[in-house]
């Protein structure tokens, strides 16, 4: 019977939907003080609704649901009822805290007369908040383009998800308060603001990623470097301790073969990072098939994370839920869905491998250095570290260079320490960029630096990343291919890798071999990250391909704010005609790179090859010729 028009309205609105992390557990551990804190949450997250103008419509259970009048409302909500209730927890055992996770989505709803709503967009809400960490909040690609950088928040992309009961994936973005976050109209991390002589973004990503763990890492003592050298149960001091244990199919989705698999992958992936020990897979085989106790498995494991999967049939999907458990609470801190078809193809379960091995381990270096990082001693090298990864985020012409003076004194107390001479590398090459023209003395300086940590650690993976960037910035494209190569054998799983080999398909000219490259890189850790996306739209153009450029350019330019991105869709804009399009286009580059000509566009710097230079003055230069930029 249809609910009668009178009863009920649609409208838009931000919607906040949150849930207690754990609540059972809690519970179960001590019911009267989960109680109190219960209620103090819900205390807070209804002053906080009130202060932002919004409407509790629910609260039952330990969940809560409101609506607002605008995402941005939402938003400051959400963020400051988990302050209150972090704020109130100080002092409480962590494994004895209540946490919230809390979605936010912007989208329509039908509200009745009595105060209850309905809809997709009260569902989708729900879906965000089981994907947020607890004590986090995640929030839909609409609350993200409705906010901007209006809220003073940074987001953190987590990627398409498959939700349930959502006929549409959701793109999902973990919401920050921190200025050094990236925003939808801020360049991100400072130090990724550069072109770089090969468009150099996810050289970047090793070098946060590094740096982050540096700083964790220099807590344990000056010679953690030869870790690698030691059994994991010697190398004590090393917090990042992980064991995969048997991943669990239904027996609809697969035969329990692809689910053995995945386990060996994922755990072969996870020790392939240096900075992890994971445990002996025949030590985990006495876990499979039971109901497990976190605390219980890590206390006889010796281990901090333990690493779940489920494999399930999903129609005519196969559907992969992922989890990271933290063994000292027992809780649940992260978890990922993933699908594929049904049965997979041989290639879909290799890319599901790198995906899963991918994103665990992102999970486990963010979560580690969050809560590990408090407990770094006043070692020499990791007071160093640490200054060197605060410098970065300052002034992106004076950050590199203080960093690399703090990565120089933690290299006079240990010469060999393989974090600081991989990120003192990445500040010679961000050198190389600072000028527009090549400095000879600057990218001798990078190769060698290079070349010092290939001879200290053969087996570090970054170091080999780094090293092919600054062959390829030689045009020693052999062994530039090599290095990559080396980088990719020993961590197959890093898509960054994957788009560096491409960048250097593309700049020997063999642009479908590069964006091939691209799109697997993209299928590893989908949607991909701006550079990626950039990068495919740049092949694509150089292979005159302009419809199917323009999209992957206007998805980079809308994550963040950056003058390639402008160039390269003025050139595209002109070659299809779009007269309005390229005049916008071509304003905003001006406006972000005043005084470009056609003769200084840095493409013409990017390679030597012959075929590479003909493709840019072919398809970029006659496009930006046709848009009106100057010759010189």
């Not at 989208?107 to 007369?113: D, T």
């Not at 489920?310 to 993933?338: P, S």
């Not at 991918?358 to 486990?364: D, E």
Request: hydrophobic share 45%.
């Amino acid at each position: 019977m249809a609910v009668p028009e009178l009863d009920q309205h649609r409208r838009l609105a931000g919607i906040l939907a949150a849930d207690a992390a754990g609540f059972s557990r809690l519970m179960a551990l001590d019911e009267a003080a989960t109680v109190t804190a219960l209620d103090a949450a819900r205390a807070a997250f209804r002053e906080a609704v009130e202060a932002h103008r919004g409407r509790v419509v629910d609260m039952a259970g330990d969940s809560v649901l409101a609506v607002f009048d605008t995402a941005s409302a939402a938003i400051a909500a959400a963020l400051a009822a988990q302050q209150a209730i972090e704020s109130r927890a100080t002092g409480e055992r962590p494994d004895r805290r209540l946490h919230f996770r809390v979605g936010v989505h912007l989208g329509e709803l039908i509200e009745k007369a009595d105060g209850s709503v309905y809809g997709d967009g009260v569902n989708i809400a729900a879906r965000l908040q089981a994907l947020a960490t607890p004590g986090g909040v995640a929030v839909s690609e609409a609350v993200r383009g409705a906010v901007g950088g209006r809220a003073g928040v940074g987001f953190e992309d987590m990627g398409t998800q498959a939700v349930k009961n959502i006929a549409e994936p959701v793109h999902v973005y973990g919401l920050r308060q921190a200025a050094n976050v990236e925003s939808p109209q801020a360049p991100g991390r400072r130090w990724r603001r550069s072109a770089g002589l090969l468009r150099r973004r996810p050289f970047a990503l090793a070098a946060l990623i590094g740096a982050v763990l540096a700083l964790v890492l220099a807590a344990g003592a000056l010679g953690t470097w030869q870790w690698r050298t030691q059994e994991p149960a010697q190398a004590s001091f090393w917090p990042i301790t992980v064991a995969v244990l048997p991943f669990v199919a239904d027996g609809g989705a697969t035969d329990g073969a692809w689910a053995d698999a995945l386990t060996q992958s994922t755990t072969t992936a996870l020790s392939q990072w240096k900075w992890v020990s994971v445990t002996a897979p025949g030590r985990v085989q006495a876990y499979r098939g039971r109901v497990i106790d976190a605390k219980q498995v890590g206390r006889e494991l010796d281990v901090r994370y333990l690493v779940e999967a489920d494999i399930r049939a999903l129609g005519d999907k196969v559907g992969i839920t992922v989890r990271l458990v933290e063994t000292r609470g027992g809780t649940q801190i992260w978890a990922r869905d993933f699908e594929t078809g049904s049965p997979p193809t041989s290639q879909q379960k290799a890319l599901m491998a790198k995906r899963l091995a991918h994103r665990a381990r992102n999970a486990i270096s963010a979560l580690a250095f969050e809560r590990e990082a408090g407990q770094a001693s006043a070692h020499p090298v990791a007071v160093q570290m640490a200054l060197a990864s605060s410098a970065w985020s300052n002034d992106e012409n004076a950050g590199w260079r203080a960093a690399r003076v703090h990565y120089d004194k933690a290299l006079q107390i240990d010469p060999t320490f393989m974090p600081a001479l991989v990120q003192r590398a990445w500040t010679l090459e961000r050198e190389c960029n600072s000028a527009d023209v090549r400095d000879t003395a600057a990218l001798a300086a990078f190769e060698a630096a290079t070349a010092r940590a290939i001879a200290v650690d053969p087996l570090d993976d970054e170091a080999w990343m780094a090293r092919a960037v600054a062959l390829s910035y030689l045009f020693r494209w052999g062994e530039a291919f090599a290095a990559i190569e080396r980088a990719i054998t020993l961590a197959p799983y890093k898509p960054n890798y994957i788009a560096m080999q491409a960048n250097l398909h593309s700049g020997v000219g063999r642009q479908a071999e590069a964006e091939a490259g691209y799109l697997q890189a993209i299928a590893v850790d989908p949607p991909g990250d701006p550079f990626m996306l950039r990068s495919l739209c740049a092949t694509r153009l150089l292979m005159g391909r302009h419809d199917e450029a323009a999209p992957d350019c206007e998805r980079a330019a809308a994550r963040v704010r950056w003058y390639e991105d402008q160039m390269l869709l003025t050139a595209i804009y002109a070659h299809q005609g779009d007269a309005a399009r390229t005049a916008l286009a071509r304003a905003e580059l001006l406006k972000q790179r005043p005084g470009l000509t056609i003769e200084n566009n840095f493409y013409r710097r990017l390679s030597d090859a012959p075929l590479f230079l003909q493709q840019v003055r072919e398809h970029l230069e006659s496009g930006l010729r046709k848009a009106g930029i100057p010759e010189r």
